[in-house]
Structure formats: structure tokens, C-alpha cells
Nanobody, 128 residues
Framework: QVHLVESGGGLVQAGDSLGLSCKAS????????MGWFRQAPGKEREFVAA????????VYADSVKGRFTISRDNAENTMNLTMNSLEPEDTAVYYC?????????????????????WGQGIQVTVSS
């Protein structure tokens, strides 16, 4: 069992920056990658970014590339998402996710079914 807890969300204005963190506990040694997804009202949950825990390779959704940065601290079992130049379209509930699967191709980490544990989600609201 792996438990994920997100922190750091809130209300910001367009153009501002905000950081999210995800703390993992439990059987974290079984984890291969972690990711962030988000879900806006009335929309499906979509991929944001992912990081491979060994090596630190990353992959981003096109909509956030160049603005968001994902990182991990294996010693602390945490994953962070630094969000810059936020836009109202970034408003959503952001979810932390964890996967035990190892893929050579990072594109597999962009799909929800790759992940077997999820956090409760945290609200990010960007006002215009």
C-alpha cells in the first residue's frame, strides 16, 4: 500500500507561480514513477507531468511544457511541481499519482492506467 498526500494548492492570479508537493508513504520502494494529473470541472482527468524515480527522466503535457517543472526527492519520498506563468486554463484539481511499472518509453506514463495509487487531489485556481 502507498499513501499519497498533496499540498501547496491555492488561489493565484494569472501570471503567478505556485508549487505543489506530493508526499508518499508506505511501500515506496515498489515505486518506479510518479506523476501529476489534473481535472477541471466538466472535463476528464488529464496528464500534466511525470518523473521516473531512478534517473529522473521527465515528460510533460504540451500544454504545460516550458511553464511547469516536475522534480523528485527520493530520500524524502516527495515529488514537486513548480508551476510558472499560470493561466486561468490551469485551474483544476491536481492529483498526485504513483506507478510501480517501468517503461523504456516515457509516453506510457502519460496514461492514467499506468498508475495504481492516487492522492485525494488539491485545488489550484488561477484568476484572470
Amino acid at each position: 500500500q502507498v499513501h499519497l498526500v498533496e499540498s501547496g494548492g491555492g488561489l493565484v492570479q494569472a501570471g503567478d507561480s505556485l508549487g505543489l508537493s506530493c508526499k508518499a508513504s508506505g511501500r515506496t520502494f515498489t515505486r518506479a514513477a510518479m506523476g501529476w494529473f489534473r481535472q477541471a470541472p466538466g472535463k476528464e482527468r488529464e496528464f500534466v507531468a511525470a518523473v521516473v524515480l531512478r534517473g529522473g527522466a521527465t515528460v510533460y503535457a504540451d500544454s504545460v511544457k516550458g511553464r511547469f517543472t516536475i522534480s523528485r526527492d527520493n530520500a524524502e519520498n516527495t515529488m514537486n511541481l513548480t508551476m510558472n506563468s499560470l493561466e486561468p486554463e490551469d485551474t483544476a484539481v491536481y492529483y498526485c499519482a504513483s506507478s510501480s511499472l517501468t517503461y523504456p518509453n516515457l509516453r506510457y506514463y502519460q496514461t492514467r492506467r499506468t498508475y495504481d495509487y492516487w492522492g485525494q487531489g488539491i485545488q489550484v485556481t488561477v484568476s484572470s
